[in-house]
């Protein structure tokens, strides 16, 4: 009978204790939505940086598990994605073989014009007191 | 994983009481709203992808965290520590017999006679004040439990202390504001 009472007591304590609790946690929630209108601005303004980061580190977080699994072959990106992250490679091999060509091209013009001129201009007088001329000279053509 | 909409009503929901949860710990506005800000950048920059479910409990762990934080680098940690040692109370609160307070009461938080006088936000006003006076951990055990309306195994989490503890500590601050809101003239 005596457990009972204390039972009884300390529920009855407990629930007092409870609802009292709940009425200054009610004004305490009252007084908070009393906040000045700078106060509520500035939280506002926090709230939409988070936001702002948790929307940046999701992007994140998609954009590197996307490019792992592209790394590791894996996953099953559509056909077009991946002939376009190919397309710049196929464009940087084909840009150093047109470059290549360009200049050996150049080379072999500007030998040609050195022939040329050569070929072309006036023989100097003292090229036939030179006996290696006058042998090639005297030899018949090779061909 | 908490869509953003979610997230923003959530961090709407709890940013005023997380805000004047700081207030009463720090007792610098201005500081306080640096903890709250820091803690919803924490909250959506480290778990952004935990469900919703998971984000009452995370954000009052990281806002106990953030507080903790502030005052180490404003160097009081010895302020703290008193502050953490008074956790047991001053052990007279079995002096005062909230029931026999509590009986008398009926409804809402209501002025005496003798303060019927008091504005309501004066009320609010004194109670904050006494909240704020309650030792740290009485306080934090307080607030989460029925403020927050974290039950007793959440907030046990939330603190990392026992159920027990935390049973403790909310009816020692309850009978704490009891106390001093009957002196005050203000009663529920």
């Keep these: ?143 | 994983m908490a869509t953003e909409k979610e997230l923003s009503d959530f961090l709407k929901s709890v940013e005023k009481r997380a805000w004047k949860r700081a207030v009463y710990a720090v007792r610098d506005e201005d500081a306080a709203l640096d903890i709250v800000q820091d803690t919803m950048i924490r909250l959506a920059e480290k778990y952004p992808d935990r469900p919703a479910a998971e984000l009452p409990l995370l954000f009052q762990r990281i806002l106990s965290n953030a507080t903790m934080d502030w005052f180490r680098r404003q160097k009081v940690k010895n302020q703290v520590v008193r502050n953490f040692s008074e956790y047991e109370g001053s052990g007279d609160d079995s002096e005062f017999d909230i029931l026999e307070t509590l009986e008398a009461l009926g409804g809402p938080l209501q002025s005496e006679s003798a303060a019927e006088s008091v504005s309501r936000a004066q009320i609010l006003q004194t109670i904050e004040a006494e909240v704020a006076l309650l030792p740290a951990r009485q306080r934090e055990a307080f607030l989460l439990r029925y403020w927050e309306e974290l039950d007793v195994a959440e907030t046990a989490a939330s603190m990392g202390c026992s159920e027990g503890s935390v049973k403790t500590h909310c009816s020692r601050a309850v009978h704490a504001l009891a106390k001093a809101l009957k002196a005050k003239g203000i009663t529920s």
């Design chain 1, 1 to 143: 009978m005596k457990l009972d009472d204390r039972t009884y007591r300390d529920a009855a304590r407990a629930a007092s204790e409870a609802r009292f609790a709940r009425a200054v946690a009610a004004c305490l929630s009252e007084s908070a939505d009393r906040l000045s209108p700078d106060v509520a601005e500035r939280l506002r303004f926090g709230r939409e940086k988070a936001l702002e980061l948790a929307r940046s580190s999701r992007g994140e977080a998609v954009g590197v598990t996307a490019s792992g699994a592209a790394i590791a072959g894996f996953g099953r990106s559509p056909w077009w994605l991946r002939f376009a992250s190919v397309l710049p490679l196929v464009a940087l091999v084909g840009g150093l073989v047109m470059i290549q060509n360009w200049q050996t091209r150049t080379q072999i013009s500007v030998a040609a014009e050195i022939d040329e001129a050569l070929l072309g201009d006036d023989l100097p007088i003292n090229a036939y007191r030179d006996p290696g001329f006058a042998e090639f000279l005297k030899a018949p053509p090779s061909e």
